[in-house]
T-cell receptor, first 114, second 115 residues
Framework: DTAVSQTPKYLVTQMGNDKSIKCEQN?????MYWYKQDSKKFLKIMFS???????INETVPNRFSPKSPDKAHLNLHINSLELGDSAVYFC?????????????FGSGTQLSVL | AQSVTQLDSQVPVFEEAPVELRCNYS??????LFWYVQYPNQGLQLLLK??????LVKGINGFEAEFNKSQTSFHLRKPSVHISDTAEYFC?????????????FGSGTQLTVLP
């Protein structure tokens, strides 16, 4: 069983479209995250979500919005896609919010905006 | 604020040779240190972490890392690498008593093991 699963694995779309990426974790973790990995492999946190508390990285455009229907799911919605949004997006989870926690990552969604 | 520098973007090494991947960090507070590995087309997996205690930390797949506070380093080592160790390796740091969302990653080191 995959601990953190995200779909789709690949997403190719046109500029201006709206798209969603789904993420589910079956670990019973309290906290979930979205990360963006750019073409140089640099990883940057976008959001963290814990017990309905959403913390947004201030550099993330408001075209990006996470939605959590329950503790096991954190989906990412992106409106009006731009070329610069092309990247690999990773969902992750951790047992708690502590800075000593191990993060469990999904296998990533490669988003290509044409 | 904290930062992580991985000094080598690419490290090629022959199979069964030893390897060291270098990581230096900067922080105004005490930190926790991590190494994650990313195999092709996969997410990151934790290799090892340093929280406190012994400065030599052993992880999975025969890797180990040593925390050196005076040099603010956390280098990753393996005495004998295998082809299957080919992957991207990320060093990361978070503030002690902080939040996991404060985890800061380095830019990664691509380890390529040659036959």
């Amino acid at each position: 069983d995959t601990a953190v699963s995200q779909t789709p694995k690949y997403l190719v779309t046109q500029m201006g479209n709206d798209k969603s990426i789904k993420c589910e974790q079956n670990l019973g973790h309290d906290t979930m995250y979205w990360y963006k990995q750019d073409s140089k492999k640099f990883l940057k946190i976008m959001f963290s979500y814990n017990n309905k508390e959403l913390i947004i990285n201030e550099t993330v455009p408001n075209r990006f919005s996470p939605k959590s229907p329950d503790k096991a799911h954190l989906n990412l919605h992106i409106n009006s896609l731009e070329l610069g949004d092309s990247a690999v997006y990773f969902c992750a989870s951790s047992q708690t919010t502590g800075s000593n926690e191990k993060l469990f990552f999904g296998s990533g969604t490669q988003l290509s905006v044409l | 604020a904290q930062s992580v520098t991985q000094l080598d973007s690419q490290v090629p090494v022959f199979e069964e040779a030893p390897v060291e991947l270098r990581c230096n960090y900067s922080s105004s507070v005490s930190v926790y240190l991590f190494w994650y590995v990313q195999y092709p087309n996969q997410g990151l997996q934790l290799l090892l972490k340093y929280l406190s205690g012994s400065t030599l930390v052993k992880g999975i797949n025969g890797f180990e890392a040593e925390f050196n506070k005076s040099q603010t380093s956390f280098h990753l080592r393996k005495p004998s690498v295998h082809i299957s160790d080919t992957a991207e390796y990320f060093c990361a740091v978070s503030p002690e008593f902080g939040s996991a969302r404060q985890l800061t990653f380095g830019s990664g080191t691509q380890l390529t093991v040659l036959p």
